[in-house]
């Protein structure tokens, strides 16, 4: 498996603040590499029906993946709404789709 393409992986901490409410942290990004493939026609079509909007399956090793919600590829951001480990495997697929609020990379 070809993973020679690098993304950013972004995750946002929420902190809590001495008001009690929980607002987004600082945010931090980390560069891996992955295999980045279009989503598939079924998968497009299955999350389309749920509101949502496929474009990317990015697949990397497990260990490299901590959690993060977003990933900058191609200087667009996309939301990860699933991720899988694929079994028997090091490798995990962050399924990620074009969403509000996370479209836009920080340089633009």
Do not use: W
């Amino acid at each position: 498996m070809n993973r020679s393409t690098p993304v950013e992986l972004i995750s946002t901490p929420r902190e809590q603040a001495a008001d009690g409410v929980f607002r987004a942290g600082e945010e931090t990004a980390r560069t891996v590499f992955a295999n980045v493939k279009s989503a598939a026609q079924t998968e497009f079509h299955k999350g389309f029906r749920n509101g949502l909007n496929p474009q990317f399956v990015f697949t990397m090793f497990c260990y490299d993946y901590e959690g993060e919600s977003v990933v900058e590829y191609g200087g667009c951001r996309y939301a990860v709404y699933r991720n899988y480990h694929i079994p028997g495997t090091d490798y995990v697929e962050l399924y990620a789709e074009r969403k509000g609020g996370t479209n836009v990379a920080e340089s633009d």
